[in-house]
């Protein structure tokens, strides 16, 4: 074994993890793994601390370091392993003098992390003021490229211990955004997607407090030959006006967003102390296909939240209907240590079954919503991203699995859409002058 980084959760560990691998090679470590974690649910740490597990049985001799959300909300939990040599922050995780004096000497007399004796690295996280524009060159095995501009929290749903991993909301200044994206231009990347923790809450923590709405605007004004850019999820409640007139007028920026809904009733929403109502998250999915008719919806939802009664929930349900949410991220509530919902007496608890069987409902809802969506696309051309030989992005973030590979990788091109099939669409790629001559 080499350098294995294994990534769990958002978009925005995903870009972390590059970030994390450019530190491995620049210090030349060799037999080291990196597990970036996440705290969403249960489930999620679950799932790490069982890889762990098993990476340690297939790899003996190698270094196990877990960093991310979990680790950095609950390090004693994973510093108790025995498989894990050493746990770092989030914080940490990104900065390169962290990983100057680990060791390749696979024996448990090593150096622990940073040459201290602690076996955990791990500092309050709530102290971090700035989020730096790490420069990395692509992102390994993929075609879009992930860009963090944003990281951190201000709000404090009741649900939710993302803050407590990730701190306080910080903004990579514009001119850090601008430089990756070039770079990232230059090495071929056609399609950028911006990822945060709070995306929409971009720059007020900066100096002139510019929206995100006005940095896409300067991104795209400052790189004019990048094809494509797309947000990882906005929040209804700070929707600026700069970025609805985006939305309406810039071709460049995609026509599929992700809501951070969670609930579709008005009471649920409250209780989870978020600060949109119902209606204003309906009229944003309203006013948004006024102006771009073509445009598609995701959203988070959480099934089961405390109080939530059956009325509640078929709130939510007929939400994600009027709204035609065709990608869904459904996950049954999860208490997580540390948060206010955890603390709502058990009488007030939705059963657990209840919760994954209102999961289930939302899910196959969303499952035919897309599959009606797909269906209505066949016989279209689009242009879509080749990401694999045989397979391509569109625009709406649908897949297409090609007839036959295609040289073009990297490159958006146009697809006709020839079929759905066993719920996915088909297509077929127009032959390029080289492929011509090749047949």
Known sequence: M????????????????????KHLEENGLTDVAVFNTCAVTKEAERQARQSIRRYRRENPDAKIIVTGCSAQVNPKAYADMPEVDNVIGNAEKLKGEAYQNLTNTNTPSAPDFIGTTEKIQVNDIMSVEETAGHLIPGLEGRTRAFLQVQNGCDHRCTFCIIPYGRGNSRSVPIGHIVEQATTLVKNGYQEIVLTGVDLTSYGADLPGKPTLGQMVRRLLALVPNLPRIRLSSVDVAEIDQDLFRLIADEPRLMPHFHLSLQAGDDMILKRMKRRHTRKQALDFVHNVRKVRPDAVFGADIIAGFPTETDEMFQNTFEFVRAANLIYLHVFPYSEREGTPAAKIPADKQVPLSVRKNRARLL?????????DYQQSQVNRTVKALIEHGDRARTEHYTTIQLSRPSNQIGHIVDVTITGYENGNLTGSVALDAAEKSAA
């Open 363 to 371: 899910r196959k809802l969303g499952e035919k919503q897309l599959n």
């Open 2 to 21: 080499g350098q294995d980084v294994i990534t769990f959760g958002c978009r925005l560990n995903s870009f972390e993890s590059e970030v994390i691998k």
